[in-house]
């Protein structure tokens, strides 16, 4: 069974990865070790910083994941900033930000990086359209789960169990090129 550290502080992410990894022989192990994010337009040069730190301290394979809601009408905010914003603000910032406006069109993007010892990293994206809801629904997931409704639905992540989240999911998205990838490449 191959190993496959997932460097995340995230127990939801980590249950994502390894419900969809798990059955491809994969064994996902968290290290939380944390690494700079840095300032950046996107999703990508944020996980590449990431990884490229990592590389310098782990010997092994590793995936590490970053994500963002970008809201339309707040210019895509908060964007690369969406864990700094859900500390700070939290879910009812948010939503006092969108009082009393009506579009409410939204995106998750989702980049996970994928780096084998001696290789240069893969990134794999995914991105779900929809809205953010007028209220918090459900207590499944993380983060901004209970705000956000996919498109084609009428509930938010929040109300969606993990496999039903991740048919729609921005994450889901990413992790199934991750895994179709590993699925070719690890024979």
């Known amino acids: 069974m191959k190993q496959l550290y997932f460097i995340t502080g995230n127990k939801g992410k980590l249950l994502e990865a390894q419900t969809k990894l798990g ?46 809601l970008f809201i339309e009408n707040l210019g895509g905010f908060p964007g690369v900033y969406s864990a700094y914003v859900y500390k700070t603000i939290g879910i009812d910032g948010v939503l006092k930000l969108l009082s009393g406006v009506d579009d409410r069109r939204a995106v998750f993007r989702s980049v996970y990086a994928y780096k084998e010892p001696g290789e240069p990293p893969l990134f794999f994206t995914g991105e779900c359209r929809g809205c953010i809801s007028r209220e918090k629904k459900g207590s499944h997931g993380f983060g901004f789960d209970p705000i956000f409704i996919p498109d084609g639905e009428n509930r938010t992540f929040g109300e969606m169990t993990p496999e039903e989240k991740n048919k729609f999911s921005h994450r889901g998205k990413a992790l199934e090129k991750l895994y179709r990838f590993l699925e070719e490449n690890l024979g």
């Not at 950046?40 to 994500?67: M, P, Q, R, S, Y």
């Open 23 to 68: 059955v491809l022989g994969i064994k996902i192990v968290q290290r939380n070790m944390g690494y700079p994010e840095i300032q950046a337009d996107t999703l990508e040069e944020v996980a590449e910083f990431g990884v490229k730190h990592l590389a310098e301290k782990i010997n092994d394979a590793f995936i590490l994941e970053d994500a963002g």
